[in-house]
């Protein structure tokens, strides 16, 4: 049995964290870390786990964190566990970072995206990227894992198929749009009910730090580079992600070539799906579940290349990663724990 901690339990991407480690059959949850809820129960803090969890929150000491466990899954915020995260933590226990710290960073882009100095980008090379559909080895026997962002985690694999294959220009634009519980669950002048509700709104528009993350990600997996202009909008939903992306092909093809592709890459992979044609992807049909829907047309007179990637931004794009890359280290089938039809309604 595999003994794991939960750093920042009680956020939305803790929370799913739980639940879905609650029916895996190889895993304990040993500590559940909340500084917000110490000596509460977790089914005080989230009340559908009533009946199914009696568990106490634990107040985190960095001291002793590791104690006890064999894996730790951390969802803090941005800027906290690099400043606590030190060697010998490293060496005692494995970890799924689901935050930023460790995401292809350095200085710059660092102080550039997130506006504080990077205490421990000497760990950095500790940390394997864990984009699981294409980084398998290498998360295999890896100890550290950095997952990835949610809107990266859809561009990255609408992109890196075609990009391989040299398919289409690398000149992209991608417009994005993500539900409220992509921005955590402290309250926000943006995410309160009467300011999201019946609204839509653009942010970031030219800073969103999932942009250097695909760039980054798209030459370490193909080793090519690209232009990205990326537009990420808050849409008033609890949960999901949609990601357009437009590019050009190379030379004219029709849809089965394109198709042909995408299969090839991931024909054998259980959480990608390519949808048949003319069928439009919605964020609905991979609610709640560990499932990447992608499909495309092409726009003939142009030879423009319209992709639709969908992703749950608290599962695929957090959570079920997570416990994906976490089966991949520990040599567990790969949907363990995860296998779930998504709840479309």
């Known amino acids: 049995m595999l003994n794991v901690g939960i750093l920042g339990a009680t956020g939305y991407t803790g929370e799913e964290l739980i639940r879905l480690l609650h029916n895996h059959p190889n895993v304990m949850i040993k500590k559940i870390l ?3 809820y110490k000596d509460k129960k977790y089914n005080f803090v989230y009340r559908n786990f009533v009946g199914f969890n009696e568990d106490i929150c634990q107040e985190l000491d960095w001291d002793t964190l590791v104690d006890g466990i064999d894996l730790l899954f951390s969802a803090l915020p941005y800027g906290i566990l690099m400043a606590h ?6 060496k005692k226990v494995k970890i799924v970072d689901i935050g930023v710290d460790y995401r292809f960073m350095d200085k710059e882009s660092y102080k550039k995206y997130y506006g504080k100095e990077h205490q ?30 949610c809107y990266a985690t859809a561009m990255l694999m609408a992109l890196i198929p075609l990009i391989k294959e040299a398919l289409i220009d690398k000149d992209i634009i991608a417009d994005g749009k993500s539900g409220l519980s992509g921005g955590g669950r402290t309250l926000t002048i943006g995410t309160h009910y009467v300011e999201a509700n019946e ?66 890459y991931y024909g054998s992979k259980p959480f ?74």
């Open 34 to 36: 909340s500084t917000s």
């Open 85 to 90: 995260l030190t060697e010998d933590m490293l």
């Open 120 to 149: 421990s980008l000497h760990l950095t090379d500790e940390f394997v990227y864990g984009l699981s559909e294409w980084n398998e080895e290498a998360i295999k026997e890896a100890k550290s894992i950095a997952n990835p962002g």
């Open 199 to 264: 609204s839509m709104k653009a942010y970031k528009l030219n800073n969103h730090p999932h942009v250097i993350e695909v760039q980054k990600g798209i030459e370490f997996f193909t080793g090519e580079t690209i232009e990205l202009t990326f537009t990420p909008h808050i849409v008033p939903m609890q949960r999901g992600l949609m990601v357009t992306l437009y590019t050009k092909l190379q030379k004219k093809l029709d849809y089965e070539s394109v198709k042909e592709v995408y299969s090839k």
């Open 272 to 345: 990608v799906q390519i949808l048949d044609k003319s069928i439009y992807v919605e964020t609905k049909w991979v609610k709640s579940s560990n499932m990447c829907h992608i499909n495309f047309e092409i726009n003939e007179e142009t030879n423009r290349l319209i992709i639709v990637v969908a992703i749950d931004n608290l599962i695929k794009g957090a959570a079920g990663q997570a416990i994906q890359n976490m089966n991949l280290m520990m040599d567990f089938p790969e949907n363990m724990g995860l296998n779930y039809i998504p709840v479309c309604i």
